[in-house]
């Protein structure tokens, strides 16, 4: 009785891969004839679509304008009630949850509207322009308001000009945010302002 291991090693000897009695256009011919690259074409390109479509899916950005006007107004929303809270705070003044909470619901759509407007054409070079100016003018009135004005002025008008201020900055291209703080500074530096 014969080994069958034996045996396939032998038949393997003998074959040769070197043998190949179809040319190579011949090949190709059948591969093309058969569509096997179609196919494969076909899936490489439903591949690259769905994974556009989950890209997109996981950008929250990819939603539309109001859903960005969304995510901005929290972290702004945020800003101004620590604004508000430190002022109060500076000068001693209890803050109670109510009164808190309503100034901060008085002031989210007002924040959303502002963000949803803006961010549409925050590309813009008509957009960035306004952004930059609004930037110097809510720094420099900030620093004077600190300065100048009394403590209940301080009080009401420096949450919202504060968090304005911080929002035409992040919103900025960088060297006209870089720019208009330069500006402020001027202004404080020029005005001869204090910190305290």
């Known amino acids: 009785m014969s080994n069958p291991t034996n045996r396939f090693n032998k038949s393997s000897s003998s074959y040769s891969p070197e043998i190949d009695d179809i040319p190579d256009d011949e090949k190709m011919r059948l591969i093309k004839e058969s569509g096997i690259f179609k196919t494969l074409n076909q899936v490489e390109t439903e591949r690259q679509e769905r994974s556009s479509v989950a890209e997109e899916a996981d950008d929250p950005f990819a939603h539309g ?100 201020w911080i929002y035409f900055v992040l919103q900025l291209n960088l060297l006209p945010s870089a720019l208009s703080l330069v500006f402020v500074f001027l202004f404080f530096w020029i005005g001869g302002f204090k910190l305290s």
Not at 71 to 97: A, G
């Open 65 to 164: 304008p109001i859903f960005k006007a969304f995510i901005y107004t929290i972290p702004l929303c945020s800003v101004y009630s620590v604004m508000d809270i430190l002022v109060h705070r500076q000068y001693n003044e209890d803050v109670s949850f109510l009164p808190f909470s309503v100034r901060v619901l008085k002031m989210a759509p007002i924040l959303w509207f502002f963000v949803y407007y803006t961010n549409k054409n925050v590309n813009k070079t008509w957009m960035q322009a306004f952004m930059f100016l609004g930037s110097i003018a809510s720094g420099s009135y900030l620093i004077y308001i600190f300065n100048k004005s009394p403590y209940s002025g301080v009080m009401r008008k420096c949450p919202p000009i504060s968090t304005l």
